[in-house]
């Protein structure tokens, strides 16, 4: 597509229950970034791939966090027995090559609610 | 200390002001600086970019980079009120192999007609 895609656009999800957001990065690009904004905060890295790789996934706050990316493109972040302190938008973006200072393109998010 | 400092504000201005947004950081290794606008649920949109100290314009916007102050500036001149969004900065070092970004919170601009 034209641009970085991401699905659902909103979720809301019980408490315990585990989530898979998807990003479906623009065609080409093989890096993939997802980043975490919460109310008030800025945006938190979360974890890098670059192919199907991630050699930094430094960012997810807990192991009930999870990511994965198969043919070097879509990637889906799972967030397992969600808790309140997730909700947040969730920010998938990807640049054409992992280089420092390489653009990045941000998707519109998946906005999570854990109610 | 956070690594990257910047105003939540809101900053509220009149049509055609002239609007100075700015962050200051910690780190002495970033090199890259970015400005992205953020209409309200949207994802972050690229507006400028600029490599080490000096200044960058692109139409209505100027982007400006201190190192030695660890300060870096967006104007907007002319302010719209389609300019109304919230503007967050970020930046990255060079050499990491990968484009992880730092940003700050955002500041929320309001451009009122």
């Known amino acids: 597509g034209a641009g970085v895609s991401q699905s659902p656009s909103n979720k809301v999800t019980e408490k315990g229950k585990d989530v898979e957001l998807r990003c479906d990065p623009i065609?080409?690009?093989?890096?993939l970034y997802w980043y975490r904004q919460s109310l008030g905060q800025g945006l938190e890295f979360l974890i890098y791939?670059?192919?199907?790789?991630?050699?930094?996934k430094s960012g997810l706050p807990s192991d009930r966090f999870s990511a994965e990316r198969t043919g070097g493109s879509v990637s889906t972040l799972t967030i397992q027995r969600t808790q309140q302190e997730d909700s947040a938008v969730y920010l998938c973006?990807?640049?054409?090559?992992?280089?420092?200072?390489?653009?990045?393109?941000f998707g519109e998010g998946s906005w999570l609610t854990v109610v | 200390q956070k690594e990257v400092e910047q105003d939540p504000g809101p900053l509220s201005v009149p049509e055609g002001a002239i609007v100075s947004l700015n962050c200051t950081y910690s780190?002495?290794?970033?090199?890259?600086f970015m400005w992205y606008r953020q209409y309200s649920r949207k994802g972050p949109e690229l507006l400028m970019y600029?490599?080490?100290?000096g200044n960058k314009e692109d139409g209505r916007f100027t982007a400006q980079v201190d190192k030695s102050s660890k300060y870096i500036s967006l104007f907007i001149r002319d302010s719209q009120p389609s300019d109304s969004a919230t503007y967050l900065c970020?930046?990255?070092?060079?050499?990491?192999?990968?484009?992880?970004?730092?940003f700050g919170k955002g500041t929320m601009l309001l451009v009122s007609p």
């Open positions: 973006a990807s640049s054409l090559i992992p280089e420092s200072g390489n653009t990045i393109y």
């Open positions: 065609s080409g690009h093989t890096a």
């Open positions: 791939f670059q192919g199907n790789s991630a050699p930094d």
């Open positions: 780190n002495s290794a970033f090199q890259y």
């Open positions: 600029t490599y080490s100290s």
């Open positions: 970020a930046m990255s070092v060079v050499g990491s192999g990968y484009s992880t970004l730092t």
